[in-house]
T-cell receptor, first 121, second 113 residues
Framework: DVKVTQSSRYLVKRTGEKVFLECVQD?????MFWYRQDPGLGLRLIYF???????EKGDIPEGYSVSREKKERFSLILESASTNQTSMYLC????????????????????FGPGTRLTVL | QQPVQSPQAVILREGEDAVINCSSS?????VHWYRQKHGEAPVFLMI?????EQKGHEKISASFNEKKQQSSLYLTASQLSYSGTYFC??????????????FGQGTILTVHP
């Protein structure tokens, strides 16, 4: 079974603090993703990574950065936390690289971690 | 731009059927359906890859109309365990999406005894 773990289930931080959220997957997946989930808005992509040290901005990258030094680990960083970053953060990973998926006319699902509920006071 | 799901919420009694729709303004390569129960991670249900493809999983099935850029999820003879929020994730055709999914806002399904 694929396992995606996140460092904390609940986190409370103060405005202005630097916050690190960590995600680890154990299945040698190529792609990793960070989403935030807010009521009525669904899941919105913050950043994703398709290889070690490679990253791409998602739909709402402002106020966030990411790091992927090892294939299995993808970190989300809030440089200076603000109250509007209070949310549920979900990490996901998927196996198939984009090029192979298009070549094989296939695709792969994303496997989600349990989420981190972050509250910024 | 996010795909649009409809309805936003639906309430059923056990044994009733429901349809959840997911519409995109852009051409689609694939549609992924997930269910999320309160306080848990989204769980994968199925992927639809080719236009016109239909897939089934017990009493939950889905279709993908590539021309209309939409997918529908069909839940028949609903059970209490079907309650949760259903999301469609769309992968756009063309470009270099790197397996990126854009999710709809979700449909809350509640099944009562």
């Amino acid at each position: 079974d694929v396992k995606v773990t996140q460092s904390s289930r609940y986190l409370v931080k103060r405005t202005g603090e630097k916050v690190f959220l960590e995600c680890v997957q154990d299945m040698d997946h190529e792609n990793m993703f960070w989403y935030r989930q807010d009521p009525g808005l669904g899941l919105r992509l913050i950043y994703f990574s398709y290889d070690v040290k490679m990253k791409e901005k998602g739909d709402i990258p402002e106020g966030y950065s990411v790091s992927r030094e090892k294939k299995e680990r993808f970190s989300l960083i809030l440089e200076s936390a603000s109250t509007n970053q209070t949310s549920m953060y979900l990490c996901a990973s998927s196996f198939m690289g984009w090029f192979i998926s298009r070549q094989q006319n296939s695709t792969d699902t994303q496997y989600f971690g349990p989420g981190t509920r972050l509250t910024v006071l | 731009q996010q795909p649009v799901q409809s309805p936003q919420a639906v309430i059923l009694r056990e044994g009733e059927d429901a349809v959840i729709n997911c519409s995109s303004s852009k051409a689609l390569y694939s549609v992924h359906w997930y269910r999320q129960k309160h306080g848990e991670a989204p769980v994968f249900l199925m992927i639809l890859l080719k236009g016109g493809e239909q897939k089934g999983h017990e009493k939950i099935s889905a279709s993908f109309n590539e021309k209309k850029q939409q997918s529908s999820l069909y839940l028949t003879a609903s059970q209490l365990s079907y309650s949760g929020t259903y999301f469609c994730g769309t992968e756009y055709a063309g470009g270099t999406s790197y397996g990126k999914l854009t999710f709809g806002q979700g449909t809350i399904l509640t099944v009562h005894p």
